[in-house]
């Protein structure tokens, strides 16, 4: 009954959106937008076709305000069954106004349309594809290749700052937390997105490293941006699939935090008071040693130990197969959290700190 609540809940609020984006403008890129004079709201929708005549688009709304500042990007929805921050963005949309803003705000509201609609976990319904694995992507590939394309091409290349906000997809049970790479080579990018994390207050903030190289793959769209030398990071908040106020909220309130402390936006009678965070530097991943059923009494957040018993993997007919142990201290930033359970996916993130 929740989730149906949640359901419709949801329902209205894309019906809203897609009634508003029929009347978007479809041509101009980003770029020639970024360029035209004045303070306003404009909303664009980039279409996708692929060769197998499958389509879809990409809804990206600029708000550009009266005085010069940074362009500052956000995209939700990357995953479309991630609903906290598919909804924090929405409320975004009608909350930022032209007038109360410097520079400019660039918003993906929903990156994923069709795995949104179709309430498709991780993958995109039209080609079977995570869209959080396909950046820098393709303008001739496939539906997802496309839209990663769009992303890195009209979004990333034109931002300064860039926020990717995801959530607990279906399965997953989820910290919420906020996170960064290190790449060392971009000192200034680097510090910029630790205290833009530091200012969110959120907690904790997640350090990940960055080795990538110039030819790589990215996959992830805030690597991407990162890779491209662009200011990057992600909020990772809401779990399992459903909507939780507390989430959005969360959500709404770290972006808010961000945007005041990179210079874009001012809430009247708005203050921010610095919360110290606890910081993880390094993750181990957990993945599922073999398909089957999956135990655990632990939740997200919680501490764990060095060879602590996680949880443990039974057959169809309920025997047990494997245990799963920990191999570090930390705390669990997320962990599956439904029974099934597929070889090589990630059962466990276990964030920790060690000195770099």
Known sequence: MIIFKSMNFISKAI????????AAVSAQSVATVLNEKGSFRKDLRFSVKTASQQETFVPVTVIKGAQNGPVFSIVAGIHGYEYPPIIAVQELLNDIKPENLRGTIIIVPVANVEAFQKRTPFINPLDQKNLNNAFPGSSNGTATDQIADIITKEIISNSEIFLDIHGGDANEDLLPFVCYYDRKDTPDNTKLAQNLASRSQMSPIVSYPYNLTQTDHAKYAFKQATQQGITALSIEAGKLGTVQKENIDMIKN???????????????????????????????????????????????????????????????????????????????????????????????????SSKK
């Open 15 to 22: 019906f809203t959106s897609v009634l508003f984006f029929v």
């Open 254 to 352: 770290a972006v808010y935090n961000m945007l005041e402390y990179s210079g874009n936006y001012h809430r009247v009678g708005f203050k921010t008071t610095e919360k110290k965070a606890k910081v993880l530097n390094r993750q181990d991943y957990i993945r599922v040693p073999e398909d089957g059923i999956f135990y655990s009494h632990l939740k997200s957040g919680e501490s764990v130990h060095v060879s602590q018993v996680l949880g443990y993997i039974t057959d169809v007919f309920g025997k047990k197969k494997q245990e799963i142990l920990s191999k570090t201290d930390g705390v669990i930033l997320y962990k599956v959290g439904t029974p099934p359970v597929n070889k090589g996916e990630t059962l466990f993130c276990i964030g920790y």
